[in-house]
């Protein structure tokens, strides 16, 4: 019996040797930084900022209020454009400050989107999904051969500082061509930035961009879009198809009174007909329960039609004013906390401002 006993030890020794000294199975990915990919969704160039994720130039710095600042650390908006044969795509991402949120999940916070071309159409493939500030993932795997066109897109209420694309060893890996038409910019608040998005594919602006085949630049900030002046400087220096102004959410009926005609001004002084559209305060869900946001509302609109009027009696030209009414629907299942909008509401809020941007003739130039 102990004969036996022994036998049965050296054989599971043996057995456990051979297990630990086997290799595990090689990664066979190669990945590859900024180098390699096309930057979208900024009109800001790389060499003007602190980070190449950044939304704002770094000399503004101190010419926007902080909180506008720190808020252009975030990434919404921002994506990332290449070309790949590879049979799989993986990818390695850095936040700022793993940020987190009672209202608003992970994945649209600090996660990744990847989208791929297929038949002319940007089709969802994956999210990266945040563990820690460093992430990995594995997005699709097992394809068959053949070069394709993906975008991710980076998260949207946390800043990034480093980006690479896995993909297999011996694959390629290009930049495509830049779109040569010009952006639409839009310049607004926290649902312009993505509150509070699934995942960072479902802002409103990158829904838009993907429908019309556009790239669209994202100066949402959370609390802070207020037709600062600076932000009216910045804007008007980047050349655009048409400018959309949302900021109402975060203004008060004076702020819009004394903000909208400094802010047409500065825009049409180096964009003599570049069309600028005004866009009213968003329906926000809890106003058919709380009479005072429903008349704060009202107010703001109201400031926001009688500034507007003045300017084309004024005589600028190219000017568009949309209403809000019905923009995400009309029961009442668009958001996430009466204001910000669930994924449902930015796919009617993105068909909505489309059908308007439509209506209104605006072309894509």
Same mark, same amino acid.
């Given at each position: ?7 049965? =030890? ?8 051979? $297990? ?8 066979? &990915? ?7 990919? =096309? ?6 160039? *790389? ?5 190449? /994720? ?7 710095k101190d010419k926007v209020r902080k909180p506008v600042w720190d808020l252009s650390k975030n990434s919404a908006g921002i994506s990332l454009r290449f070309n790949s044969n590879s049979s799989s795509v993986k990818v390695k991402w850095a936040l700022l400050n793993d940020t987190k949120m009672n209202h608003m999940a992970e994945t649209g916070i600090k996660g990744v989107d990847l989208y791929c071309k297929v038949n002319?159409?940007?089709?969802? #493939? ?14 699709? $795997?097992?394809?068959? +051969? ?6 991710? /897109?980076? +998260?949207?209420? %946390? ?9 297999? $060893? ?8 830049? %779109?040569?038409? =010009? ?57 655009? $198809?048409? /400018? ?27 964009? +003599?007909?570049?069309?600028? #559209?005004? #866009?009213?305060?968003? *329906? ?21 039609? &009688?500034?507007?009027?003045?300017? #084309? ?7 568009? /004013? ?20 669930? %994924? ?6 993105? %068909? ?9 003739? =605006?072309?894509?130039?």
């Amino acid at each position: 019996m102990r004969k036996f006993i022994c036998i049965l =030890l050296l054989c599971f020794i043996s057995s456990s040797a051979i $297990s630990q000294e086997s290799p595990a199975k090689k990664d066979n &990915t190669t990945y590859y930084g900024k180098e390699s990919f =096309l930057i979208e969704g900024t009109g800001v160039a *790389e060499s003007e900022k602190e980070s190449p /994720y950044d939304r704002l130039p770094a000399s503004y710095k101190d010419k926007v209020r902080k909180p506008v600042w720190d808020l252009s650390k975030n990434s919404a908006g921002i994506s990332l454009r290449f070309n790949s044969n590879s049979s799989s795509v993986k990818v390695k991402w850095a936040l700022l400050n793993d940020t987190k949120m009672n209202h608003m999940a992970e994945t649209g916070i600090k996660g990744v989107d990847l989208y791929c071309k297929v038949n002319g159409v940007w089709t969802y #493939v994956n999210t990266g999904r945040p563990t820690a500030k460093e992430n990995e993932a594995s997005l699709i $795997s097992g394809l068959s +051969p053949g070069e394709r066109e993906y975008k991710l /897109y980076l +998260p949207l209420y %946390d800043g990034t500082t480093k980006v690479e694309i896995g993909i297999e $060893s011996g694959s390629t890996i290009s930049k495509p061509a830049a %779109d040569k038409k =010009l952006p639409i910019v839009f310049y607004g608040t926290s649902i312009l930035q993505g509150g509070c998005a699934s995942r960072p594919g479902m802002v409103f602006t990158s829904i838009i961009s993907r429908k019309l085949n556009v790239d669209c630049i994202n100066f949402g900030f959370s609390g802070n879009g207020r037709m600062d002046p600076p932000m009216a400087e910045l804007i008007s220096g980047i050349k655009a $198809s048409y /400018y959309v102004i949302d900021c109402l959410p975060n203004m008060t009926a004076k702020q819009v009174t004394d903000s909208v005609i400094p802010l047409a001004k500065a825009i049409r002084a180096k964009n +003599p007909k570049t069309p600028i #559209v005004f #866009v009213e305060n968003v *329906e926000y869900t809890r106003a058919i329960f709380q009479a005072s946001l429903k008349n704060s509302m009202n107010e703001k609109n109201q400031a926001l039609k &009688t500034e507007f009027d003045k300017l #084309v009696k004024g005589g600028m030209k190219d000017l568009i /004013y949309i209403s809000a009414a019905g923009s995400i629907g009309t029961d009442y299942e668009g958001t996430v906390d009466g204001t910000h909008l669930t %994924d449902l509401g930015f796919l009617r809020y993105a %068909d909505y401002l489309i059908e308007k941007f439509k209506e209104n003739k =605006l072309a894509i130039r």
